[in-house]
């Protein structure tokens, strides 16, 4: 049981503390002896049907969401969201209670969980820190903007917010990524538009190295410039070269085209290619032929 285990490791981390100290509480009395006496061995015992309690608690409430969940499916994320609330709440009065039973509390008690809580406080605010100045250094220096199309560890989508603590991706597939701060003071993040609603897009096509290139430029350049997510005041560029793999030869046509609003890259690009190949198809512009390699066997 979760509870259970945060019981013993309290214990136990409050033992050791007392046993590392032991020494400079009573120079007279054992240690041993000094630690027995803080302990409440008839809370103790009552510590272990608290636990018992709060374990029955929450399997209840867990039952209780659990039906919730499969007969009102619109209630399921209310439900386990008080279901959250309701386990911090008993978690905590668990621990206190315990606490309070097991131990008999007095100044050299209060002092030891002080400076338990200051150290764990320290850590646990150490990295909210660097993410505070992380977030801080994020406004000023600005190397991305909210409504941005940025790429970041993998990930690629829209920042939708920036706070004092972490950034938030909504990603092509509409997941929402929270990432701290602190990550973007070391890790590499590409920005595609910086701020403009417009943003260039990539698309590569492949021919046979036998087809007609002019006709298969003008075909791209012609399908990207009647697009209707198209940003016309940004030039059209259609890059040829050759591409060379371990299965094909080919010539790669490159189209960089600007879209009107980052929001249609995709269908901005869906379009083009749908355009593209239909012509191609009509015009008898044929992809590379991919190469079949085989392998002598003994």
Same mark, same amino acid.
């Given at each position: 049981?979760?509870?259970?285990?945060?019981?013993?490791?309290? /214990?136990?981390?409050?033992?050791?503390?007392?046993?590392?100290?032991?020494?400079?509480?009573?120079?007279?009395?054992?240690?041993?002896?000094?630690?027995?006496?803080?302990?409440?061995?008839?809370?103790?015992?009552?510590?272990?049907?608290?636990?018992?309690?709060?374990?029955?608690?929450?399997?209840?409430?867990?039952?209780?969401?659990?039906?919730?969940?499969?007969?009102?499916?619109?209630?399921?994320?209310?439900?386990?969201?008080?279901?959250?609330?309701?386990?911090?709440?008993?978690?905590?009065?668990?621990?206190?209670?315990?606490?309070?039973?097991?131990?008999?509390?007095?100044?050299?008690? /209060?002092?030891?969980?002080?400076?338990?809580?200051?150290?764990?406080? *320290?850590?646990?605010?150490?990295?909210?820190?660097?993410?505070?100045?992380? *977030?801080?250094?994020?406004?000023?220096?600005?190397?991305?903007?909210?409504?941005?199309?940025?790429?970041?560890? *993998?990930?690629?989508?829209?920042?939708?917010?920036? *706070?004092?603590?972490?950034?938030?991706?909504?990603?092509?597939?509409?997941?929402?990524?929270?990432?701290?701060?602190?990550?973007?003071?070391?890790?590499?993040?590409?920005?595609?538009?910086?701020?403009?609603?417009?943003?260039?897009?990539?698309?590569?096509?492949?021919?046979?190295?036998?087809?007609? /290139?002019?006709?298969?430029?003008?075909?791209?350049?012609?399908?990207?410039?009647?697009?209707?997510?198209?940003? /016309?005041?940004?030039?059209?560029?259609?890059?040829?070269?050759?591409?060379?793999?371990?299965?094909?030869?080919?010539?790669?046509?490159?189209?960089?085209?600007?879209?009107?609003?980052?929001?249609?890259?995709?269908?901005?690009?869906?379009?083009?290619?749908?355009?593209?190949?239909?012509?191609?198809?009509?015009?008898?512009?044929?992809?590379?032929?991919?190469?079949?390699?085989?392998?002598?066997?003994?």
């Amino acid at each position: 049981m979760k509870i259970q285990a945060y019981a013993t490791l309290l /214990l136990l981390a409050l033992f050791l503390s007392f046993q590392a100290q032991a020494e400079t509480l009573s120079p007279n009395l054992d240690s041993l002896t000094e630690i027995a006496s803080l302990i409440r061995w008839s809370g103790v015992f009552m510590s272990i049907l608290v636990l018992f309690v709060a374990w029955l608690m929450l399997k209840f409430t867990q039952n209780i969401v659990d039906s919730i969940s499969s007969q009102f499916a619109q209630r399921r994320m209310l439900a386990q969201k008080l279901q959250s609330f309701f386990q911090f709440f008993v978690y905590m009065t668990a621990g206190i209670s315990v606490f309070m039973l097991s131990f008999r509390v007095d100044d050299r008690v /209060l002092t030891l969980i002080g400076g338990t809580l200051a150290v764990s406080v *320290g850590f646990a605010m150490k990295d909210l820190a660097a993410s505070f100045i992380a *977030g801080l250094t994020v406004m000023i220096d600005r190397p991305f903007q909210v409504g941005d199309r940025v790429t970041f560890e *993998g990930h690629y989508g829209d920042i939708i917010a920036i *706070g004092l603590r972490s950034v938030r991706m909504c990603t092509l597939t509409d997941d929402i990524i929270t990432i701290p701060n602190s990550k973007f003071l070391s890790d590499v993040v590409v920005s595609g538009n910086y701020g403009a609603l417009d943003m260039q897009v990539v698309i590569p096509f492949h021919v046979a190295l036998d087809q007609d /290139l002019t006709l298969a430029t003008d075909i791209i350049r012609e399908a990207a410039a009647s697009s209707r997510y198209i940003h /016309l005041p940004k030039p059209i560029v259609v890059l040829v070269k050759q591409d060379i793999s371990d299965s094909y030869f080919a010539i790669k046509l490159t189209l960089k085209a600007y879209v009107l609003d980052i929001k249609y890259e995709k269908l901005f690009e869906t379009d083009i290619t749908l355009k593209v190949m239909q012509e191609f198809k009509k015009q008898q512009i044929c992809p590379p032929a991919i190469m079949q390699s085989t392998k002598l066997t003994r």
